[in-house]
């Protein structure tokens, strides 16, 4: 039986690069892998060889066989990515320029043109986009990297976003890791680039500074009764059961039984489905011991995940509604809010297979344990309560019907936003540095050994194997840009950390 890509699929490709008979898409050369929810196996032409198995960061490859119930439906999806066609030809229209090389080995590189002898590059951060770029620029040995990283471990939103119970997605770490053993790189802890060391500082001592600090702040939810007490950001209660030191005092008051999550992000379904969790099942994870404390004592009994558009709309992704459905989650639609939405009628084959799923899910039982309701098509009016919040007042979106659910909890997840950078130049529209494929500029001219990459270049969307191609381009220029001889010669004092 063909191999399956699964629910941890994050999207860095490495599959694919393994694969010798290039039955893995979309690869990073076809135009729809900056939007595909993950990658899909060809299950006509996969030759069963295994080779993607061991590539794959987070064990997403499953043979066929091996495929567990929980994830028996993502064999359709591995299979519906590539249709019923007519024809071989028509099926998996393999085109020479498509055709990459197989399982390319990585020799060592070496600089050429006018390279410095050694190359030193800071890169603020050590999330994804830190590491697959410290990765990339390691393959060449004239190359030492020096990370900066605020916090007291490494790996970003790898450790600190990523959900206790998506431990296959968390093991991506183990792949950091292996990066940061590579004699030539060095991480700095808990060092702060603005606060402990000035960027300028960091330009002096090195030819390159990458700058790959994410994207940090929650869009603002513009209603009134954001500000009661009870209202908080979605992004803080996973900061909060992550043990992130900033949200340490971000506990969300969990001595309600409902709570209302507005925006249906993969975020939204994150935080939905720890509430709702059995802590002891959480407890075998590596979720914060004193959020777990807190869980415990968790009067929710249930949490309403909002949209203001329809299930065809849906933002959460094609996987996470399967993991949500098929997982131990409980988990309801009511079947009104899906009336007149064909899966049938949809032509995007994802799109389709979730509203597939969500009809599927409105015909279970309204479970009776703590369980999550995916609702449709309400835009939030205001939240409302008297000092503290005690529900939300929408509206049906496109009509003039309001309604109030009631709840104690109120969380915000409608997306991120970059923040400015001191002293880097900002594109204030997109909310990223201002760059050109990762050469930062300023009034379009790039500045000399200054680059960005990660969330805070592309905004923030793509998972976290998203961020290899992304650190893949910001590096290739810098690396062309060390040959062509423009980079600034810096002093060769160390950095004082
Ligand atoms: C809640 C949440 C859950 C997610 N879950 C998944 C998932 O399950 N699967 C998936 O594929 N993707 C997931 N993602 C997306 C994924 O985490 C991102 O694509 C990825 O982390 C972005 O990488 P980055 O390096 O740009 O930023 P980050 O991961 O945010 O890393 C930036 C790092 O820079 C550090 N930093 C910032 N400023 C400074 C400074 N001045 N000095 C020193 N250090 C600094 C920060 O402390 C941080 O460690 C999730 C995202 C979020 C928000
Ligand atoms: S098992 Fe082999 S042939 Fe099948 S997808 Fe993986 S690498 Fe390709
Ligand atoms: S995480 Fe990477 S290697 Fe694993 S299946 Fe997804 S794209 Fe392939």
């Known amino acids: 039986m063909p191999h399956v890509i699964t629910q941890a699929c994050c999207g860095d490709a490495s599959c694919v690069y393994a694969c010798p008979v290039n039955c893995i898409h979309p690869t990073p050369d076809e135009p729809d892998f900056g939007i595909a929810e993950m990658l899909y196996i060809d299950p006509s032409t996969c030759v069963d060889c295994g080779a993607c198995v061991s590539a794959c960061p987070v064990g997403a490859i499953v043979p066929g066989h091996r495929l ?32 990459l090389p197989m399982a390319p080995i990585t020799k060592p590189a070496r600089l050429g043109g006018a390279a410095p002898g050694e190359l030193r590059v800071a890169i603020v951060g050590s999330g994804p986009s830190a590491m697959y770029a410290a990765d990339e620029l390691l393959k060449h040995r004239e190359v030492k990297v020096s990370v900066f990283e605020r916090l007291s471990q490494p790996f970003g939103l790898a450790r600190f976003g990523v959900a206790p119970d998506h431990e296959s997605t968390r093991s991506v770490a183990n792949l950091f890791d292996e990066i940061a053993r590579h004699p030539n790189i060095t991480i700095a802890l808990n060092t702060e680039i603005g606060r402990d060391i000035t960027l300028d500082e960091l330009r002096r001592t090195h030819h390159a500074v990458l700058w790959a600090g994410g994207a940090p702040t929650d869009r603002p939810l513009a209603i009134p009764g954001v500000d009661l007490e009870g209202v908080q950001s979605a992004t803080s209660v996973v900061g909060w059961y992550n043990g992130h030191p900033d949200f ?28 709702t969790a059995d802590p002891e099942r959480l407890a075998t994870t590596s979720i914060d011991q004193t959020a777990l404390a807190a869980l415990r004592g968790s009067s929710i009994r249930e949490v309403v995940v909002v949209a203001r558009r329809g299930p065809e709309h849906a933002a959460f992704t094609l996987p996470e509604l399967i993991g949500l459905a098929d997982g131990p ?3 309801w639609v009511d079947p009104s809010e899906l009336v007149g939405v064909d899966p049938d009628a949809i ?35 205001e939240v409302v309560g008297d000092g503290r919040a005690t529900g939300v007042k929408f509206v049906k979106t496109g009509t003039d019907q309001e309604s109030v659910i009631d709840a104690g909890l109120v969380l915000t997840a409608v997306g991120y936003r970059g923040r400015a950078v001191p002293g880097l130049p900002f594109d204030e529209a997109k909310g990223t540095v201002a760059h050109v494929e990762g050469r930062i500029v300023e009034a379009g001219e790039p500045i000399a050994g200054l ?18 191609t992304d650190s893949g381009e910001t590096v290739k220029h810098l690396l062309a840009d060390a040959e062509a001889g423009v980079l600034p010669h810096p002093g060769s004092a160390a950095v004082p950390v």
């Open 68 to 99: 567990p119930e929980t994830a028996a439906r993502f064999a359709d999806v591995n299979a519906g990515h590539y249709g019923e066609p007519a024809t071989d030809e028509a099926r998996f229209p393999v085109r020479a320029e498509w055709r």
């Open 248 to 275: 340490a005092y971000s506990a969300p008051d969990l001595g309600t039984e409902r709570a209302v999550v507005i925006g249906n992000g993969n975020v939204a379904l994150d935080v939905a489905r720890i509430f």
């Open 329 to 331: 989650a409980h988990v």
């Open 347 to 381: 032509d995007d084959p994802t799109v389709a297979a979730k509203v597939s799923l969500l009809h599927e899910i409105s015909q279970r039982e309204k479970p009776t344990e703590p369980f999550i309701r995916l609702s449709f098509g309400y835009t939030p009016l």
């Open 451 to 468: 680059y960005v990459t990660g969330w805070i270049k592309r905004g923030p969307s793509g998972f976290i194997g998203t961020n290899k």
